[in-house]
C-alpha cells in the first residue's frame, strides 16, 4: 500500500487522535496532553496539506479540481487555517476543539465521496475556480469557526447569567468577548467575501449559459443564506448587535450552509452543482 | 541523619491570636544567632508571620545527645519573647525529621494557610530564608530543604487547581468581570456608594488594569475624598445613569432602601453603548439594582449573595485540590529523604567512582569507534588507561572527605559540595539560579575546554 491509500486513514486517525486528545487535556488541565494533542493535529495537518498538493499534482484537467473529494479536502483545510489566523491573531487556542471536529468531518466526507466520480461541468475552471469556490470557502470555513464561537459564548453566556458556578472546563475557556469578536470579524470578512463568491458564480453563468439563475436549489438556498448573511451583517454593524443575537445567528447561517454543502449536493438530483455522476 | 531535623512552631489552629501576638518573633533581632549560640544546633531559620511562627533547626548530631533539642529552642523563645514557657509549650506542635520535612512543604505550598492556596506565605517563607542565609544560620541542610520547598510549592500551584480560583468576595467579581470581558485593561468601572467591599473590589479592578474608576456618592464630598485616595474621578450622583453609558464595571453598595438603578434605565444606556456589555456588581443589601437587569441581553448582574455562592464552591473546590497536592508533597518529601541519606560519606563515595566509570566508559566508546577495528590487547590497554585516570583523580578528593569525616564527625558540607560540583543527584540546573549574586558583566556562557566537540579540537590543530 503506498503512500497515496494510506494517506487519508493517516489523517482522520490524527486529526481524531488530536481531538479527543485535547479534549482530555481540558478536562483534565494536563498541558502536556494538549500540547501532544496539537503537535498530532499539526502533523495531520500536514499530511492533509500534502495530500491537497498531490491532488493538485495529479490534476492533469481542472475536472479533478471540483471533484468533491477536493473540495472538501480543501474546505477543511481552510477551517484549519481560519483557526491558525484566530489563534494568532487573538490567541485564541481554545476553538482548535471546533476546528478539528469541523476539518475532520469535512475530509472524511471527502474521502466518502472518492467512490463518486465528479463531473463539474467544464466551465468551472481558472479564475472562476478562485474567485467562486475560494471566496465561498474561505467565507464557509470562517462561519464554522463563528458557529463554535457561537456555541462556546452561548455556553459560557448561560453560565454566567445564570449563577450556576464555573467548572474547570468553563475557567479554561476565554471571555465571552473574545468569542463575540471572532463573530464579528467572520461577519466583516466573511460577507464581503460570500457575496463576492456568489457574485462571482451568478456572472460566470451569465458568460457561459446566458443566464444568471437557473433557479438551481442551490442558488435559491445561496441567496437564501446571503439574504440572512446580508441581516447578520447590518444588525452587527449599523444597529450594533452583540452577544447573544449575532452567536445563535451564526451558528444558523453555519448549519444552513452545511445543509446546503452536503444535502443538495449529494441528495438533489436537479442541481448542476452537484457531486453525482 | 535526618533525625536531626526539628521543626517547632504555633499557628492559627494551636494558638489564639493572644498567644501568637506574644511570641510572634516579628520585631526580634538576630534571633536565629542568638538561638545558635545557646543550643547545639548547627543551622536555624525562624519564620514569623501575624498566622504563625515555625522554627527550623538542624541539631549537631555530634553534640546534642544528652540535650533535647526541642525544649531547648522552645525555652530560648519563651526567654526572647518574655513568656511563660509553659504557655508556649501548651500551644506549640514539634516535628522532627520527615515529618518536619512534610510539614515546611505544606506550610511553603499554603496547603497550612488559613485560607489554603493564598500565595503570600511563600513570599513570607522566602524572605525569613533569605535572612537566614545573610545571617549565616542556613547551611547545606536548610539550604536545600528551602529550595526544595520553594519548587513543590511551585509544582502545587502549576499542577493543581488549588489556587485558581478566588476566595473573597472581591476576587471573585473581578475574577467574573475578566471572563466576561478578557483583559480588562481599556476598561471603565464606577464605584456608586461607599463601603469596605466595594472599595476593595474597585481596588483589585485598578489592579488588574482598569483605565478608568469613576466614584459616585450622594454626598459629593465623600466621592471627592474616595476618589483623592482611589485616583478616581467624582460623578454627581444625579448624573450617575448619564454616565453609565461609557463604563463598563458598576459596583454598588449605597444604603439606599429601593433600587437606584433600574432595568428600564439600563435599556436606553444599551442603546448608547451599542449592546456593549455591563457587569453590574451589587454589594448592598437591600439590593441597589433592580433583579430584572439581568434579563437584558449582554448585562450581567451578580449581587452579595451569588458572589458568597461563587466563593463557597471555589473553597471547595480547593479542598479537593489539596488532595492532590499532599501527594505531591509526600512524593517531594520522601525524594528528599533519598538525599539526606545520600549525605553520608559511603553513597558519596559509589556514586562518584559509578559516575566517574560511567564517563570512562563513553569516551573509551567514543575513542573506539573512531579507531576502528583494534585489537584485544590494545583494546584492554586502552580500558585499563581510562580507568586508571578516572580512579587516580578522584583518589585525592575521596581521601579528602574521608580525613574530614573522621576529623570533624561528619563532613555534609564537603559531601554536599562534592554532590554538587559532580551533580550526582542529577538535578537540572537553572539558569537563572543566584542571578542575585551575579554580577551582570560576567554573563559569557559556560564553556570549557571538556565541554567542547572533539571534532572542533582537531580542526584547530590541523590548521596549526
Known amino acids: ?277 | 541523619m535526618d533525625k536531626n531535623i526539628f521543626l517547632v512552631g504555633l499557628n492559627h489552629r494551636s494558638a489564639g491570636v493572644d498567644v501568637r501576638e506574644k511570641f510572634a518573633l516579628t520585631n526580634v533581632a538576630d534571633f536565629e544567632k542568638s538561638l545558635l549560640a545557646a543550643c547545639p544546633l548547627r543551622e536555624v531559620m525562624a519564620l514569623s508571620t501575624c498566622n504563625r511562627v515555625e522554627i527550623l533547626v538542624v541539631a549537631d548530631g555530634s553534640r546534642c545527645e544528652e540535650q533535647d533539642i526541642v525544649e531547648a529552642v522552645l525555652g530560648h523563645w519563651a526567654e526572647t519573647c518574655n513568656g511563660p514557657l509553659d504557655m508556649l509549650a501548651a500551644h506549640t506542635y514539634r516535628h522532627q525529621g520527615m515529618d518536619a520535612v512534610s510539614h515546611l512543604f505544606c506550610v511553603a505550598a499554603s496547603l497550612d494557610s488559613m485560607i489554603m492556596g493564598e500565595p503570600q506565605i511563600l513570599g513570607q517563607l522566602k524572605s525569613s530564608y533569605r535572612k537566614a542565609v545573610e545571617t549565616g544560620t542556613a547551611r547545606v541542610i536548610i539550604n536545600r530543604l528551602l529550595h526544595k520547598s520553594f519548587s513543590v510549592a511551585k509544582r502545587v500551584r502549576t499542577e493543581t487547581a488549588i489556587a485558581s480560583s478566588a476566595v473573597s468576595i472581591s476576587y471573585a467579581a473581578v475574577e467574573l468581570a475578566k471572563k466576561i470581558f478578557g483583559e480588562l485593561t481599556g476598561k471603565t468601572a464606577m464605584l456608586v456608594g461607599a463601603g469596605e467591599m466595594a472599595e476593595l473590589a474597585a481596588m483589585h479592578l485598578l489592579a488588574s488594569g482598569i483605565e478608568k474608576l469613576y466614584i459616585c456618592n450622594r454626598t459629593y464630598g465623600r466621592a471627592q475624598e474616595l476618589a483623592k485616595t482611589m485616583h478616581g474621578e467624582p460623578v454627581f450622583f444625579e448624573d450617575m445613569v448619564a454616565r453609565l453609558a461609557g463604563v463598563d464595571i458598576i459596583i454598588s453598595s449605597t444604603g439606599s432602601p429601593t433600587a437606584i438603578i433600574r432595568a428600564k434605565d439600563i435599556r436606553e444606556v444599551l442603546k448608547k453603548r451599542r449592546n456593549r456589555a455591563m457587569f453590574f456588581i451589587d454589594i448592598a443589601v437591600p439590593r441597589d439594582i433592580d433583579p430584572d437587569v439581568n434579563g437584558l441581553d449582554n448585562v450581567y448582574l451578580y449581587d452579595i449573595d451569588d458572589l458568597k455562592e461563587v466563593v463557597e464552591e471555589n473553597m471547595s473546590a480547593r479542598q479537593g485540590e489539596a488532595v492532590k497536592a499532599r501527594a505531591i508533597v509526600d512524593l517531594e518529601t520522601e525524594a528528599f529523604g533519598t538525599w539526606m541519606k545520600s549525605l553520608a560519606l559511603q553513597p558519596t563515595i559509589t556514586d562518584l567512582l559509578s559516575r566517574a566509570e560511567d564517563v570512562a566508559q563513553r569516551e573509551l566508546a567514543k575513542t573506539m569507534k573512531r579507531l576502528g577495528p583494534v585489537d584485544d590487547d590494545t583494546r584492554q590497554a586502552l580500558e585499563v588507561l581510562v580507568n586508571s585516570v578516572s580512579r587516580k583523580l578522584l583518589h585525592e578528593p575521596i581521601c579528602f572527605l574521608k580525613r574530614r569525616t573522621r576529623e570533624e564527625g561528619s563532613s555534609d558540607r564537603f559531601i554536599d559540595v562534592t554532590r554538587r560540583m559532580f551533580n550526582l543527584d542529577s538535578d537540572p540546573v537553572n539558569p537563572d539560579a543566584h542571578l542575585d549574586r551575579r554580577s551582570g558583566e560576567d554573563d559569557d556562557p559556560l564553556d570549557c575546554e571538556c565541554c567542547r566537540e572533539p571534532e572542533a579540537d582537531q580542526n584547530e590543530s590541523g590548521k596549526q
Not at chain 1, 477543511?76 to 471546533?98: P, Q, T
Not at chain 1, 476539518?103 to 474567485?131: D, E, H, Q, R, W
Open chain 1, 1 to 277: 500500500m503506498g503512500l497515496p491509500d494510506i494517506l487519508p486513514i493517516l489523517v482522520i486517525g490524527l486529526y481524531f487522535l488530536g481531538t479527543g486528545l485535547y479534549v482530555l487535556g481540558s478536562a483534565l488541565r494536563g498541558e502536556r496532553l494538549k500540547a501532544a494533542a496539537l503537535v498530532l493535529a499539526g502533523v495531520g495537518f500536514a499530511l492533509h496539506f500534502l495530500d491537497l498538493v498531490q491532488q493538485l499534482a495529479a490534476a492533469d484537467s481542472h475536472g479533478a479540481l471540483t471533484s468533491g473529494r477536493f473540495l472538501f479536502c480543501l474546505l477543511g483545510f481552510g477551517i484549519l487555517i481560519i483557526f491558525l489566523l484566530l489563534w494568532w491573531r487573538l490567541r485564541l487556542r481554545f476553538l482548535v476543539v471546533v476546528a478539528l471536529p469541523l476539518a475532520l468531518v469535512f475530509y472524511a466526507t471527502a474521502n466518502a465521496t472518492t467512490g463518486i466520480k465528479a463531473s463539474l461541468p467544464p466551465m468551472l475552471s481558472g479564475l472562476f475556480f478562485l474567485l467562486h469556490i475560494g471566496t465561498l470557502f474561505a467565507s464557509m470555513a470562517m462561519l464554522g469557526m463563528a458557529f463554535g464561537a457561537g456555541l462556546a459564548f452561548l455556553h459560557l453566556e448561560k453560565r454566567i447569567k445564570t449563577k450556576t458556578g464555573l467548572k474547570t472546563f468553563q475557567k479554561d475557556m476565554p471571555s465571552l468577548d473574545t468569542f463575540d469578536k471572532v463573530n464579528h470579524w467572520v461577519i466583516v470578512i466573511g460577507f464581503p467575501l460570500y457575496t463576492i463568491g456568489l457574485a462571482s458564480g451568478f456572472v460566470w453563468a451569465w458568460l457561459a449559459s446566458k443566464r444568471v439563475f437557473s433557479f438551481d436549489p442551490k442558488e435559491i438556498l445561496a441567496l437564501v443564506m446571503l439574504g440572512l448573511y446580508a441581516y447578520l451583517f447590518h444588525q452587527r454593524l449599523a444597529y450594533g448587535w452583540r452577544g447573544r443575537k449575532p452567536a445563535v445567528m451564526a451558528i444558523g447561517v453555519f448549519l444552513l450552509t452545511v445543509l446546503s454543502m452536503l444535502g443538495i449536493n449529494f441528495l438533489v438530483p436537479t442541481t448542476f452543482h452537484g457531486f453525482k455522476p
